[in-house]
């Protein structure tokens, strides 16, 4: 059953893969999403107009991901965060961020595989996403690594503050952005030091992907726009007639995607931050 499973998962990747580059080339001849309609019209946030929201209550789940927990908080998905249909929340993440198809089949099926659950007939609550070392990993750019917060859904809000402060672009209007390039010198402090003072740490190379995959996600989905990351980042909460900077006819495929991740990776080099690793070494173990 093991081997067959397996088989099944390898063809499944590849015609995933294959699915992507068919996109991302239909991509390329087919013209943007105008701005305002990037949202499809009968979902929640069509035109900037993005349901209620609401902070979470001390039963309900949420997770490290502050995408999902922001669709939670505006009733996008499940307002509790329990009980969630991977079916589903791929659906709602297309509509709401623009990612393409292929993106949003790839991700809660490896989700669910990770859970050891049925893509197509089971459910999760967002704080199972957590699990560590699964998707979740230390060294993220928003939370404390496990080992100091096991609850996951807790954003450290110093990190957050340490971020935004750290936006080096411009745009046009003269908003504050973040870049690729301070999303890599952030990613490589937190991983110097994490590695530091953290004596559980660990990071393989698919986690520092996913790391790098997340911090891509706030200059692709959001821009890098420091104003709308400081409502999404800290509250979990869309803006205002916000909508996602994805304009794609087809969302933002893998292919497309992974350059920008790759970017952030490469551009991410933990030994300029030695001085911040001993200087945050002494803090930790110096006595209260």
């Known amino acids: 059953m093991g081997f067959f499973s397996g088989v099944s998962r390898l063809f499944f990747d590849i015609g995933i893969l294959s699915w992507d580059v068919l996109v991302t080339l239909s991509n390329l001849v087919r013209r943007n999403r105008r701005i305002r309609h990037v949202t499809p019209e009968g979902h929640p946030g069509y035109g900037g107009y993005w349901p209620e929201y609401r902070p979470p209550k001390g039963t309900d789940s949420r997770c490290s991901c502050p995408a999902l927990n922001a669709m939670a908080n505006h009733g996008i998905i499940s307002r509790s965060g329990r009980e969630i249909s991977f079916v589903e929340v791929g659906h709602h993440i297309r509509a709401t961020y623009n990612f393409s198809s292929t993106f949003c ?44 917060q096991p609850d996951q859904s807790i954003k450290h809000v110093p990190l957050i503050e340490e971020l935004l402060a750290a936006a080096t672009g411009k745009d046009e209007d003269g908003n504050d952005l973040i870049t690729t390039k301070d999303l890599s010198r952030m990613l490589g402090k937190r991983r110097a030091i994490a590695r530091a003072v953290n004596k559980e740490f660990s990071l393989n190379f698919l986690h520092r992907i996913f790391g790098s995959t997340n911090a891509a996600t706030l200059v692709t989905v959001f821009g890098g726009r420091v104003d709308h990351l400081h409502s999404f980042l800290h509250h979990e909460r869309l803006p205002e007639g916000w909508e996602s900077h994805i304009r794609q006819p087809h969302g933002l495929t893998l292919m497309t995607f992974n350059k920008t991740i790759l970017g952030v990776e490469l551009g991410v080099y933990e030994q300029d931050w030695a001085e911040a690793a001993r200087e945050a070494v002494e803090r930790h173990t110096a006595p209260a």
């Open 105 to 148: 089949s790839f991700v809660p099926h490896f989700a669910a595989r990770m859970l050891k659950k049925s893509y197509s007939e089971d459910t999760f609550d967002l704080e199972e996403l957590d699990l560590h070392n699964g998707i979740e990993h230390d060294a993220s750019l928003l939370r404390l690594d496990a080992a100091f």
